[in-house]
């Protein structure tokens, strides 16, 4: 099933949700064993994402070298706001969040419901991935989930800064005979002091 929705996220155009993936598919399975495929699956996020950031370094080095010159090698660190319905329930890092492209100084604050993330792209010439993600939770959302998590299943709150520290340092390393690694961020990440840290790591 992991594989079925792999294939129809890249296949299908418009809406991505389980049912319009799975009517793509040929012998048309029922999308509610995709569901409990990903509710029940013993892997977490990071064996997944732990593996596959590597190996998206290596396929985006190896598809450029029949450039005639390496091109430059660019990082770049941002956050997004992915909208969802504003009737849902049940998506446990769905919650009202400040939208910042509809939202402007002096006025109140415009909110969204979504999922906000921090993450980071590759760019190498014309090949482009995203190689890390992370969800990012309000404070008010970590304390509404911890109240029915115990033990090791509670949540702890990291900023956007906090988030973007973690990917950098797991960064996947570079062949020194590659171009410099550059890497790009908003002013507002330099003004939270994360370009400081970035010299502090050699960046």
Not at 72 to 92: C, G, N, V
Not at 94 to 106: A, E, M, Y
Not at 156 to 177: C, N
């Amino acid at each position: 099933h992991v594989l079925q929705v792999a294939d129809a996220l890249i296949t299908t155009q418009g809406s991505k949700t389980l049912s319009t993936l799975y009517r793509s598919i040929v012998d048309n399975p029922d999308p509610k064993n995709a569901a409990d495929t990903f509710r029940l699956a013993p892997w977490t996020a990071d064996d997944i994402r732990l593996s596959l950031r590597p190996f998206l370094v290596q396929l985006a080095l190896s598809l450029v070298q029949m450039l005639p010159k390496q091109p430059a090698i660019y990082l770049s660190l941002d956050d997004s706001l992915t909208e969802k319905d504003r009737h849902s329930t049940r998506l446990q890092w769905v919650d009202w969040n400040i939208d910042l492209k509809r939202s402007f100084p002096g006025k109140p604050p415009v909110f969204t419901k979504g999922t906000v993330y921090v993450l980071l792209r590759l760019h190498i010439g014309p090949v482009s991935f995203t190689i890390d993600i992370r969800p990012y939770l309000r404070e008010k959302t970590v304390r509404r989930l911890n109240r029915h998590l115990r033990g090791a299943d509670r949540l702890k709150f990291r900023g956007k800064i906090k988030l973007a520290q973690l990917i950098l340092e797991d960064h996947p390393a570079f062949p020194a005979e590659d171009a410099p690694v550059c890497l790009l961020m908003d002013s507002w990440y330099a003004a939270k002091f994360l370009l400081k840290w970035c010299h502090q790591q050699d960046w």
